[in-house]
């Protein structure tokens, strides 16, 4: 691999030996709860199908991406990666992945956004043939100041619904030039990482950072899409009051007939004992609302970017603020009134300082998914145009064929008479 500038975690770290033999216990624990990598790996040592492939990566370095990171090399490709979030890496972790002899980790924790684009620039240098994104960076910084090498990439995969919106919007503008599939949009992400592993992890990590319950809590949920149903769900289920805050009206009504409080966030606020953002847009919490939250609240967001709580108008009305916890910072305002943010606004499931990201089990999943997506473009990455992409259904199925076979799940299969009629216009009354 090609020496950069930026230099890869192992040079960064004071005790490389220990942080590489913790990061590969971390990376072996989750493994033994990924069947479905651990089936892919079998096939994708076998057949080498990423063989003469560069992956360049931004992703939440830690135990579970790792996996797939190793899988990616193992079937043939050489790999550089860095963090897609400066609090998400865990460097134990990253080390772990730079012993491998087809991979270059440059993700460190706790980088300033100045580092943070340093190590992109690091892996884009190692020139790229596939991308894979969450949250879309890498992507935007290829086209900005890399077009030269957009003729030799032939795509990429986007993990996270913030990255596929702007991934959308710059496809809308005519500005993504390499096909990128919408690992996020898929059944297989939507159905079980989103909801389940969004909902799981989000209150798990607020509840061991505060150590508080959440058991009759006015928890207020910005956003009812596939996050926001998570959060919402797993809240009720442990016995919070929940309040939704929408946008759109169609989302707003199924809140509702969900049996949850639908309400302005601006009258949320005055309700609510710990509010999570989910939206994946700016300023869903700001002056207005902060002036009307009672002492005490806890404010986190499980969204990708740290925008959703805006912390310059927070920061504005704040006269004090100062550590609270280790990973929850108190802002003091002129009434005495504390507003407590966690792991500074940024996506608190991973973010924070015990933050351990999504349960493994669901992560397999979704990495799964990213894994024959990856395959598919070095197969036949050409056949595809310059654009967003849906995940090829068969891909999403194979995913869900080995997970269930893992389990010992049988389920049925259509019939030839079954098919033929659910593919015909001519059968009627």
Not at 142 to 149: K, S, T
Not at 365 to 374: K, L
């Amino acid at each position: 691999m090609s020496e950069t500038a930026y230099p890869p975690v192992s040079k960064h770290l004071s005790d490389v030996e220990t942080a590489r033999e913790e990061g590969r216990r971390k990376m072996d624990w989750a493994l033994q709860h990924m069947p479905i990598l651990n089936a892919l790996r079998d096939d994708f040592v076998d057949e080498q199908p990423l063989a003469g492939e560069t992956i360049a990566m931004a992703m939440h370095v830690e135990a579970k991406t790792a996996n797939l990171v190793e899988l990616l090399a193992e079937g043939g490709a050489e790999v550089a990666i860095t963090g897609c979030n400066p609090l998400s890496t865990h460097d134990d972790v990253s080390a772990a992945l730079d012993t491998h002899e087809s991979i270059t980790s440059y993700a460190v924790r706790g980088v300033d956004d100045e580092e943070y684009y340093d190590a992109m620039h690091a892996c884009i240098a190692h020139e790229p043939t596939i991308t894979v994104d969450d949250g879309m960076d890498m992507v935007k910084l290829v086209h900005e100041e890399y077009p030269d090498l957009i003729d030799s990439i032939v795509g990429g995969a986007e993990e996270t619904t913030t990255g596929v919106d702007r991934l959308r919007a710059m496809d809308a503008d005519g500005e993504l030039h390499y096909p990128v599939f919408a690992v996020n949009d898929t059944p297989m992400k939507q159905l079980f990482d989103n909801v389940h592993g969004t909902g799981e992890s989000s209150l798990a990590t607020i509840a061991m950072t505060t150590n508080l319950s959440w058991a009759g809590k006015n928890v207020v949920v910005g956003g009812f899409g596939q996050c926001g149903k998570g959060v919402a769900k797993k809240a009720s289920g442990q016995n919070a009051n929940v309040i939704v805050c929408e946008v759109d009206p169609r989302k707003a009504l199924e809140a509702h007939m969900e049996g949850y409080e639908v309400l302005p966030m601006v009258e949320a606020a005055k309700k609510g004992d710990v509010f999570i953002t989910t939206t994946g847009n700016r300023d869903v919490i700001t002056r207005e609302h902060f002036e009307e939250m009672n002492d005490g609240v806890l404010l986190a967001n499980a969204g990708h970017f740290d925008v959703e709580v805006n912390l310059d108008h927070l920061d504005d009305l704040a006269v004090d603020r100062y550590e609270v916890r280790d990973g929850v910072e108190g802002f003091e305002m002129e009434d005495g009134r504390v507003l407590n943010v966690i792991a500074e606004g940024r996506l608190v499931n991973l973010a924070a300082p015990i933050a351990l990201g999504h349960p493994v089990e669901v992560m397999d999943q979704s990495f799964g998914v990213q894994a024959v997506v990856v395959r598919e473009l070095a197969a036949n990455g050409e056949s595809y145009d310059a654009g967003v992409h849906d995940v090829p259904d068969e891909l999403d199925r194979e995913v869900a064929d080995i997970k269930l076979a893992a389990e010992g799940v049988e389920y049925d299969d259509l019939t030839d008479e079954q098919r033929e009629y659910m593919g015909s216009w001519e059968h009627g009354t």
